[in-house]
Structures are given as C-alpha cells and as structure tokens.
C-alpha cells in the first residue's frame, strides 16, 4: 500500500511540476501584448518531447523561432558574458538597452529547466542534464538556438557587457564567444562597444587585455570596434538615477 501510494504521490508531483511550468511559460509569454502564446508553446514543445535530453540539437528550435521572430531593436541591443546580474538589474532599470532576456523568447525561459524523454509526451523539470552533462541538452541547445537568431539581428551600434574582474573577459568558449560573435552582421551592425565592467578595490583586467584581441580577430571587416572600462559602481549609480540619460552612464 506504501508503494502505491508513493507511487501516486510522484506520479501527482511530476504532473503538478510539468503544469507550473507550463503556466509560468504562459503567464510570463502574455506579458508581451499580441502574441499567439499557445502557437509558441507547441512550437516550443516540439524541439523536445519525446527525445533523449542528450539530443537535442540547436536545430530542433528553428520552429520556435520561426513562430516567435525576434524584431531587431537597432542600436539599442546589449550583449553580455559573465556578467549576467550587472547586465540585466541595469537593462531593468534604463529601457534604452535591449538584452535576449528582454525579448519574449528569453524572459519566458529564463532561469528555468525543462526537457523530455524517450516514449514520453511529458515535460520534466527535474532529472534533466546539467549544463555541462553533454553538448546537445535540452536547455544548453535552446540558449544557444535563440543567442545565435538574437545575434544575427543586431543592427546599428551594439553593446556588450563584459567582466573585467576575471582573466579573460573574452572567452572563445561561451556562447558570446563562440555563437553570437560569429553571426554579427557587418551589413547590419555598425559597431560593437566594449563596456568593461571594472571593480574598483580589485587589481583588475584593462582594454590592452589579451583576450580582447580575439575578440577583434573574430569581429568581421566592416564592424568597429570600441573598447572602455566602466566600473560596477558607475553603471549601478547611473541605472538607479532615472535623471541620467543612457549616453551618460559610459
Ligand atoms: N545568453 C546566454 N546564456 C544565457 C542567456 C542568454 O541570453 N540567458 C540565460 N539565462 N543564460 P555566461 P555566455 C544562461 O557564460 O556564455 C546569450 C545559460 O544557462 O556568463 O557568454 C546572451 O545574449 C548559461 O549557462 O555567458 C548573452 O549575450 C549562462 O546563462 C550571451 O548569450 C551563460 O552565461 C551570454 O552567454
């Protein structure tokens, strides 16, 4: 009697995680007025129910972002890389810079996990591969699957956050690195802008840094670039101050 009553209370809780998932999709995909959130649901599921997590290829979003087309907001676009907290409470703040998870595709599956099995038409959110358990999981394919359509639509003058407390600010290996980087559009992208988020009481990392120089390297003929060392403290002051315009936080 024990079993069967574990049994249903697991089989209730993976019904009851899957649900909330779905409902947190929803509820945050019907703040962005106009758009067919039920479409971009099942175009969503798609990618990988029914597969082994390990094996879902970037490939499989194409649907989703057919269905949810990101609408390029020129000049206004900000990358990061491992500088996620400092990007986003500033992009909160100042509306006039755009991150991924700004747009509906990114604010919807922020912070969570999700993935499918093999002979299951269910959606987990737990028991699904780490970042790092194998190239083509679930959530790692997505990021990438959205960074790479996010970057082929950057137009005008573009912003990346990088950080300057670490010893290679520019990483080949992160998606920055290795996805959007190389699909930044020289016909449509005016320049990339370096803000080098700086921490003042540390010896830290400067614009003559090596890893930089790959970045100028991977940045196709045609695409200016531009380089300044900002500290944390700065942005922070000019993102609380709803007085400063945007032009004067760097
Ligand atoms: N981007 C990548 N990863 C993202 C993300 C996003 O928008 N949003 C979230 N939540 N994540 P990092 P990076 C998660 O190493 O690799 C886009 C992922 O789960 O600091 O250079 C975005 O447009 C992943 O584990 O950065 C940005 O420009 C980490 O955050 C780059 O790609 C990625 O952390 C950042 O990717």
Not at 77 to 91: C, G, I, L, R, Y
Not at 96 to 117: A, I, R, Y
Not at 212 to 222: H, S
């Amino acid at each position: 009697l024990l079993i069967v009553i574990l049994g249903i209370a697991l089989g209730v809780g993976l019904y009851r995680s899957s649900e909330t998932f779905k409902t947190t999709f929803m509820n945050r995909c019907e703040k962005f007025e106009g758009s067919d959130c039920e479409k971009i649901w099942t175009a969503f599921e798609q990618a990988y129910l029914g597969k082994d997590p390990c094996e879902v290829p970037m490939e499989a979003y194409d649907p989703l972002i057919a269905a949810a087309p990101f609408e390029p907001a020129c000049n206004r676009m900000m990358f990061w890389s491992k500088t996620k907290d400092v990007a986003h409470e500033f992009t909160a703040k100042k509306h006039c810079f755009t991150t991924l998870e700004d747009t509906l595709l990114g604010s919807v599956l922020n912070d969570l996990t999700w993935c499918g099995k093999e002979g299951s038409g269910e959606t987990f959110t737990s028991g699904c591969p780490r970042w790092n358990d194998c190239d083509n999981n679930t959530v790692r394919s997505f990021w990438n699957r959205v960074s790479a359509a996010f970057a082929e639509v950057a137009c005008g003058d573009t912003t990346v956050m990088l950080n300057g407390s670490i010893a290679t600010p520019f990483s080949l290996y992160s998606i920055f690195g290795s996805i959007e980087v190389k699909r930044f559009n020289p016909e449509k992208m005016r320049s990339l802008n370096v803000v080098l988020v700086t921490q003042q009481e540390r010896n830290t990392t400067n614009c003559t840094n090596l890893s930089l120089k790959d970045l100028q390297k991977e940045l196709r003929e045609g695409i200016k670039y531009n380089c300044k060392e900002v500290s944390e403290s700065q942005i922070q002051e000019c993102s609380s101050n709803p007085e400063t315009p945007c032009g004067a936080c760097w």
